[in-house]
């Protein structure tokens, strides 16, 4: 499935409207550049899964839990990793296979160690759309 948003709201409400509908153990995987709307699209997840806490990106934690909303949130973001034994270190395979949803930002870098079944975001700009312009491409996989 691919979606265009235009605003940085209307990416918001994409990520809220799949925090909705999220179950447990389900694994969310997302990728692109720098800038292109992941956190946004992270903070919108969270208030789907009625999430208040201000949510940001856990750059030098690798994984930040959100616990209060109706599902917890482990919510990854592996950019500075070093070594992918960073993520056994922080207990990586004991949050995917939790009550909660798993979240990864820079998902591509840990791809070796990724469940097969995740649901896939990628997220692109194309300026030449607009500043603001996302190409959200969603995929199940596995």
Same mark, same amino acid.
């Given at each position: 499935?691919?979606?265009?948003?235009? &605003?940085?709201?209307?990416?918001?409400?994409?990520?809220?409207?799949?925090? *909705? !509908? !999220? %179950?447990?153990?389900?694994?969310?995987?997302?990728?692109?550049?720098?800038?292109?709307?992941?956190?946004? #699209?992270?903070? $919108?997840? !969270?208030?789907?899964?009625?999430? +208040? +806490?201000?949510?940001? &990106?856990?750059? #030098?934690? =690798?994984?930040?839990?959100?616990?209060?909303?109706?599902?917890?949130?482990?919510?990854?973001?592996?950019? /500075? =990793?070093?070594?992918?034994?960073?993520?056994?270190?922080?207990?990586?395979?004991?949050? =995917?296979?939790?009550?909660? %949803? &798993?979240?990864? +930002?820079? !998902?591509?870098? =840990? /791809? @070796?160690?990724?469940? *097969?079944? /995740?649901?896939?975001?990628?997220?692109?700009?194309?300026? *030449?759309? $607009?500043?603001?312009? /996302?190409?959200?491409?969603? @995929?199940?996989? $596995?």
């Amino acid at each position: 499935m691919v979606i265009e948003t235009r &605003s940085p709201e209307e990416t918001f409400r994409l990520g809220r409207k799949l925090g *909705e !509908a !999220a %179950v447990p153990g389900q694994v969310f995987t997302l990728t692109g550049d720098l800038g292109t709307g992941k956190t946004v #699209f992270t903070q $919108g997840f !969270a208030k789907g899964l009625g999430i +208040e +806490e201000p949510v940001n &990106s856990p750059t #030098f934690t =690798i994984v930040q839990v959100y616990d209060e909303g109706r599902l917890p949130l482990y919510h990854f973001d592996v950019y /500075r =990793i070093g070594d992918i034994e960073e993520m056994e270190e922080v207990g990586f395979e004991d949050y =995917i296979m939790g009550d909660g %949803v &798993s979240l990864i +930002e820079w !998902a591509e870098l =840990i /791809r @070796e160690i990724l469940p *097969e079944k /995740r649901t896939a975001v990628r997220i692109e700009k194309d300026l *030449e759309q $607009g500043f603001d312009y /996302r190409k959200i491409t969603i @995929e199940e996989l $596995g």
